[in-house]
């Protein structure tokens, strides 16, 4: 059983509490019922390092929805086309227009997300209340709560900047028994995100005795991806300077890669060198919320005993990811977009049962697609090698492959997960927020943008040079490589800053895949229309049913601001988004 910083279960008496405390509406605003218990009962420093657990235990976003998860499986990575909604078109019905880029304002999905995200915001509000009435707290107790405190307000905020880009803002200063239903919704808060990572990264420690907490240099690499998302190029650059030179993780470990990429998500080494920050998970603690429950629909279908969870095939990687880790002679991505050509497609089974004859792909082949994709015929972890449409609920709907990240080893059945729901799916695994991959590749595009070619070819070669390790290799039983891995290292110097930018956004496709951050990436780089219709026009050549007749058009950058908030608000206080 995993034991560091498990908020979840602490959360699970102490949110009962924040809810007596703090009742929710059905909106995204939090008011005292009558009789609850009063500020000066919490205002202690017990209680307020309780209330600050409460504020960490929304980054699963339990109670809501999973499309709420933070790992945003479906806003993320369904949206930005590397994942296909699996299973068949009748189960979890309600993912069906979100991935056609049909989403409508009335989606209980996103009126979910909503609440989620704002549940974490006035949990932490109540927190940053909390601590300026206690006595007790000494001043250095008192920086290092606040410091985590607005560290969580950061991302809360920074989600619902990236999936809605208009809400209304509210911190701490505002009384939520008067006149907060007035707060009106608006695009212009990145000021006040920048200001609550900047308070962490000046304010926290180094390193805590529990590793799940927030850390300096955690806020300093959100703060950094703030900078990012805004193209503040030379604020993000210097600032990335110091996380790469300096940072390291909460428990005390230098940044750095994890030396095999597959053991970035393996259960058994969370909290590891590449983890900047994450949501933190166990098992066996009297509850499966305490898991990676997010995760749960997302195994492969139907397995029984030979593979994980046993359910639920919600999470399919696409033909156009997959084809997207072919390589050239040299080892190198094909980057003019050729890989999704019939002569560069990869072999698959498509809509063929698994007994019938299959010969794999062998071309050249980037070996993180064998730790991001399960396909037939390649080992899937230590279980079974996949085999194909056994482990697919409906190939004409959802295609050919499995989600391989974030699942358990069967070494780690009954260890490292908790079998007392419905599903043997619930597993332990931490979900990384931020990794420190990720920092470089933030890094190598704000170097590229600022003109330093030759750095940012740096350090996107460093990603590359820890997928080229061959003992990290997907193998078959006989200790040969799974498929004809081929990949090498940006060996010749970036001149052209276009064609270095294109680099480095295709490395995060790859390095990054199934992680919930393409979306975002491309509609902060301008391209979501370009590269989303090229996507839809491939895939429903093949998934017809799924994707015929789907377009992503202008204005669907963003979720629309939910129906029910706009009703309870009033629309002249909620504004819709354009295009819906």
Known sequence: ?????????????????????????????EVPPTGSLGNAQLATKAGVEGALIGAYSM???????????????VFGSILGGEANKGTDPGDFSSINPIQRYETEPTSGDVNGTWLAKYEGISRCNAVLRLAAQATDISAADLKRIQGETRFLRGHYYFELKKIF???????????????????????????????????AYDNLPETHSQAGRANKWA??????????????????????????????????????????????????????????????????????????HFDVLNYPYNTGTDGPGNCCGFFQPSFELANSFRTDANG????????????????HDYNIESSAPFTPDAGNLDPRLDHSVGRRSIPYLDWIAHPGKNWIRSQA????????????????ENTLTDGSGWTRGYATMNYTIIRFADVLLMAAEAEAEGGSLEKAREYVNLVRARAANPASWVKKPDGSNAANYVIGLYNTPWTDKAAALNAIRFERKLELSGEGHRFFDLVRWGIAKTELNKYLANEAVLLVTMFGGATFRDGREFLPIPQTQIDIQGSDVLTQNPSY
Not at 7 to 24: D, G, N, P, Q, Y
Not at 332 to 347: M, Q
């Open 219 to 292: 806020a300093g690499s959100y703060l950094g991806k703030a900078y990012l998302f805004q193209k503040k190029w030379n604020d993000a650059k210097a600032i990335f300077d110091a996380v790469i030179a300096n940072g390291k993780t909460t428990n005390g470990k230098k940044y750095g890669l994890v030396a095999n990429y597959a053991q970035i998500f393996n259960a058994a080494n969370d909290n590891h060198e590449e983890s900047v920050f994450a949501v933190q998970s166990s098992n066996n603690s009297g509850s499966v919320n305490n898991s990676n």
């Open 1 to 29: 059983m995993k034991t560091d910083f498990n908020w979840r279960k602490v959360s699970l008496s102490l949110t009962a509490m924040l809810l007596f405390t703090f009742a929710c509406k059905d909106n995204f605003l």
């Open 59 to 73: 980054l699963n976003s339990k109670g809501y929805t999973q499309v709420a998860a933070p790992n945003n499986w």
């Open 397 to 412: 709907y959802a295609g050919p492959y499995s989600n391989k990240k974030y699942v358990y080893y069967k070494t780690q």
């Open 332 to 347: 190198l991505p094909l980057l003019d977009g050729s890989y999704n050509s019939a002569a560069n497609a990869l072999k």
């Open 165 to 199: 880009n208009s809400v209304p803002y509210i911190d701490e200063t505002v009384d939520y028994g008067t006149g907060i239903e007035a707060v009106p919704n608006s695009p212009n808060f990145w000021d006040k995100i920048e200001a609550d990572f900047k308070f």
